[in-house]
């Protein structure tokens, strides 16, 4: 069983910036896709962004493309999502997830609690 913990989370205003990170209990971890998904109040949990075992590939949602960065240390085990110009719509619950890889959610086998993000304007 793969246990996920997502950290980092918080309040900020309108242009500032927050980092993510998620650490796996996977003894493979470094053998599995990881992703961040949202979930803002009312609406469908959305893909933020993804990244491949090695690092060396990563993929965004457009509304993000440019102002978030995924990465993942594989030697320390984390996955960050560094957040800059964060914007009110950026508002959600912000999970973390390890499996196959891919945009879609249900490429993703293991699912990490969340964390709150808020960004106020």
């Known amino acids: 069983q793969v246990q996920l913990v997502e950290s980092g989370g918080g309040l900020v205003q309108a242009g500032g910036s927050l980092r993510l990170s998620c650490a796996a209990s996977a003894r493979f971890f470094s053998t599995y896709g990881m992703a961040w998904f949202r979930q803002a109040p009312g609406k469908e949990r959305e893909f933020v962004a993804a990244?491949?075992?090695?690092?060396?590939?990563?993929d965004y949602a457009d509304s993000v493309k440019g102002r978030f960065t995924i990465s993942r240390d594989n030697a320390k085990n984390p996955v960050y999502l560094q957040m800059n110009s964060l914007k009110p719509e950026d508002t959600a619950v912000y999970y973390c997830?390890?499996?196959?890889?891919?945009?879609?959610?249900?490429?993703?086998?293991?699912w990490g609690q969340g964390t709150q993000v808020t960004v106020s304007s």
């Open positions: 990244i491949n075992w090695s690092g060396r590939s990563t």
């Open positions: 997830a390890c499996g196959r890889g891919g945009s879609d959610s249900r490429g993703y086998e293991y």
